[in-house]
Structure formats: structure tokens, C-alpha cells
């Protein structure tokens, strides 16, 4: 921490100014069975159309001891170190070519998320609950904590 003495002294360790001027990393695009998605929100060009990605429902399992437990909306957001979760993102493309918007069919894609502290076997109770939980057959992702996707 800097803190500011009488003297106009200023303890702590320096900042690297030159992290402040890194170039940014280019956009990373979500490519999901053979589509790219942008980055999974909001609404980006492909070609001649513009596409909006629609989020319809998102739910979350707490993977414990070879068991899953549902979450309830207001902890989906809260996430472990010493845990694994699934997440399953149910959404929907709507594609504008410039005359007509057209309401593509619902898609659905599972995350297993592993926190940095989860045991092993942990992870790979995690890994096989997402192929338990996808009725749908959907893309599969692994996600491991401080490397999420933007």
C-alpha cells in the first residue's frame, strides 16, 4: 500500500508504468458447434448479417462427492477454489441479413468449472457429471478457474 507521509514521502513498492501501455490482447470469438459466437453476449457482425446472441437460461450444479445439488439463481454467480460446478447455457441466434430477422433454434452448451484448490478426483467427478447432465448432446467445456474465457 502507498501511504503519504508529512514529508511528501511515499512508501510501498513502484508501479510498472509499462503494464499500462501492454497492447490488448485481440478479441477472443466463442466458436460453438461450427458457429461463431462473438464473445456469447450482445450482438456482433459475420459476413453480410449481423447475429445476437440470446441467453434463454442459464442453470448451475454444485458437483460434491460423485453428487450434483441445483443452485439456486442468486448463488450461480458464486464460485469456489475448492469446488467444481457445471453450468449449462441454454441460448438462441438471432440472424438480421438486412431485410429479415430470423429466429434460429435453441442451442444449449455445458461448462464444468474447476476451482484452482478442487482435488483430482473432484475434477474428474466434475468432467463426469457434465456428460451425465447434457441431454442434449451439446458442446462441452472445461474451464478452469483464473483462465475463464473474456
Not at 74 to 88: K, P
Not at 108 to 116: E, H
Not at 132 to 139: N, W
Request: contains cysteine; hydrophobic residues 35%; charged residues 25%.
Amino acid at each position: 500500500a502507498v501511504v503519504s507521509t508529512q514529508s511528501g514521502h511515499y512508501g510501498g513498492e513502484p508501479y510498472n508504468a509499462e503494464l499500462m501501455h501492454r497492447p490488448q490482447p485481440a478479441e477472443e470469438i466463442l466458436k460453438l458447434e461450427l458457429t461463431k459466437l462473438g464473445r456469447g453476449r450482445g450482438t456482433f457482425k459475420s459476413f453480410d448479417e449481423e447475429i445476437t446472441v440470446v441467453t434463454d437460461d442459464v442453470k448451475t450444479w454444485l458437483v460434491h462427492e460423485y453428487k450434483n445439488y441445483v443452485l439456486p439463481s442468486s448463488y450461480q454467480h458464486m464460485l469456489y477454489a475448492n469446488e467444481g460446478y457445471v453450468v449449462r447455457w441454454e441460448y438462441h441466434l438471432e440472424v438480421f441479413d438486412g431485410f429479415v430477422r430470423k429466429h434460429k433454434s435453441k442451442r444449449c452448451a455445458y461448462y464444468f468449472w474447476q476451482g484452482i484448490e478442487c482435488e483430482i478426483n473432484m475434477k474428474g467427478a466434475t468432467a463426469l457429471m457434465t456428460v451425465e447432465l447434457d441431454k442434449e448432446k451439446g458442446p462441452q467445456v472445461r474451464v478452469v478457474q483464473n483462465r475463464e474465457p473474456p
